[in-house]
């Protein structure tokens, strides 16, 4: 069955860059697509950019100079780099699955939380 | 982008009841070449991740209980729970996927009265 599972650094210092993996199982990165989508503490959800089966990206504008999402095929990973964080970037991070061209997210991973702070 | 605004934001329910949730976008979700709306719902329970309920705006996911239905088109959309239970306690979003980047409402959250 389809699964994901975030992994990172809980805590990150203001202006440094986060790295998070998302590792996935039951399908092939490469006629599957992986995104990510965040959310601020009690807040809603934004979604960041992902990668899609044939290697091309997509990315939030808001967030497209500051972002790189990459993967590695052969472990079954996803990469998500994001430089010059701030406080308001603090927020649970989610991977999230995409089966077609269509994008609405039907598997999640459990989420990892990501606290900027020094 | 897609402004997606859901209302109300907060719901008191009993079990039992039936409750409607509303979700406005700010241009039409409805594409022409198919005739589908782009509109999905999720729901969040606490501490979990969403759970993807209806695309399509009124097509359920595989397993979710057929008390959860999805209606509208164009630019206003509805998620209606019948006969509310205990396990639906939970924050519900709508997300268009009609045009990038995708953007989801703010929520609603569903409680108990």
């Known amino acids: 069955q389809v699964q994901l599972k975030e992994s990172g650094p809980g805590l990150v210092q203001p202006s440094q860059t986060l790295s998070l993996t998302c590792t996935v199982s039951g399908f092939s990165l490469t006629s599957n697509s992986v995104h990510w989508v965040r959310q601020p503490p009690g807040k809603g959800l934004e979604w960041m950019g992902g990668?899609?089966?044939?290697?091309?990206?997509d990315y939030n504008s808001a967030l497209k100079s500051r972002l790189s999402i990459s993967r590695d095929t052969s472990k079954s990973q996803v990469f998500l780099k994001m430089n010059s964080l701030q406080t308001d970037d603090t927020a649970i991070y989610f991977c999230t699955h995409i089966l077609r061209v269509y994008w609405y997210f039907d598997f999640w991973g459990p989420g990892t939380m990501v606290t900027v702070s020094s | 982008d897609i402004v997606m605004t859901q209302s109300p934001s907060s719901l008191a329910v009993s079990a039992g009841e039936t409750v409607t949730i509303n979700c406005k976008s700010s241009q039409s979700l409805l594409y022409s070449g198919n005739q589908k709306n782009y509109l999905a719902w999720y729901q969040q329970k606490p501490g979990q991740s969403p759970k993807l309920l209806i695309y399509?705006?009124?097509t359920r996911q595989s397993g979710v209980p057929d008390r959860f239905i999805g209606s509208g088109s164009g630019t206003d959309f509805t998620l209606t729970i019948s006969s509310v239970q205990a396990e639906d306690l939970a924050i519900y979003y709508c997300q268009q996927y009609y045009d990038t980047p995708p953007t989801f409402g703010g929520g609603t959250k569903l409680e108990l009265k």
């Open positions: 990668i899609w089966g044939d290697g091309s990206t």
């Open positions: 399509w705006a009124s």
